[in-house]
């Protein structure tokens, strides 16, 4: 008999649709001068205000909104991890807005000085790009077979999850991340942030 040691989680919980927000978020693209500057110069391909804009949810009431819901399933995965956070809870480090164009990738990478990350989608067409999540044991995996083609997804070394409109992934900040090619006609809106330990 097997024992599973050291799972990796990825939370998911479908939100209810938030009235204006795609609007809100479209419009912040249009407003944000020194965002898309630096979308630009960083080859982003298409708008982020990652870099620009850390008060949105002090900016606009529908940030506000989202925040209030999303900590709520942060302090419940916490919960399911176990964090020993001696009463506290975990606190909204940064938000922000990513609208990412046809052809658009994002690299992967993990979020340094964060606890949980996560994204929720505002906007997702069809084919616009699944988030890859990527075993963080590969460095260490130099003489290992390959994983079946049909392999269970906690025995995969790379996870795609195809994201829908109104979904909410959280997942542990130090796990490695990316997202595929946008192949859709239209944008994909989403709203990323990072929770932190407030000790």
């Known amino acids: 008999m097997s024992q599973i040691l050291f799972p990796t989680r990825l939370y998911k919980a479908?939100?209810?649709?938030?009235?204006?927000?795609?609007?809100?978020?479209?419009?912040?693209?249009?407003?944000d001068l020194a965002g898309r500057r630096w979308s630009r110069d960083h080859g982003y391909g298409g708008y982020t205000s990652y870099a620009s804009l850390n008060d949105l949810p002090?900016?606009?009431?529908?940030f506000a909104e989202l925040e209030r819901t999303i900590s709520g399933?942060?302090?419940?995965?916490?919960?399911?991890?176990?964090?020993?956070?001696?009463?506290?809870?975990?606190?909204?480090?940064?938000?922000?807005?990513?609208?990412?164009?046809?052809?658009?990738v994002h690299t992967p990478h993990i979020h340094p000085h964060s606890v949980i990350s996560g994204?929720?989608?505002?906007?997702?067409?069809?084919?616009?790009?699944?988030?890859?999540?990527?075993?963080?044991?590969?460095?260490?995996?130099?003489?290992?077979?390959?994983?079946?083609?049909?392999?269970?997804?906690?025995?995969?070394?790379f996870v795609d999850v195809t994201?829908?409109?109104?979904?909410?992934?959280?997942?542990?900040?130090?796990?490695?991340?990316?997202v595929e090619p946008n192949t859709a006609r239209g944008q994909r809106i989403s709203v990323s942030f990072n929770y932190r330990n407030d000790q």
């Open 14 to 31: 479908q939100l209810p649709k938030l009235q204006g927000l795609e609007q809100t978020c479209l419009g912040l693209a249009d407003e």
């Open 58 to 62: 002090r900016r606009a009431s529908i």
């Open 73 to 104: 399933h942060v302090g419940k995965f916490a919960r399911e991890l176990q964090f020993e956070l001696s009463g506290r809870k975990l606190v909204l480090d940064s938000l922000w807005v990513n609208i990412m164009e046809r052809g658009a």
């Open 119 to 157: 994204t929720y989608y505002v906007t997702v067409p069809p084919k616009s790009g699944a988030i890859r999540f990527e075993d963080p044991r590969l460095p260490m995996m130099m003489a290992a077979p390959l994983r079946k083609a049909k392999a269970r997804p906690e025995n995969r070394s």
């Open 163 to 178: 994201p829908k409109t109104g979904m909410l992934l959280l997942w542990e900040s130090w796990l490695r991340h990316g």
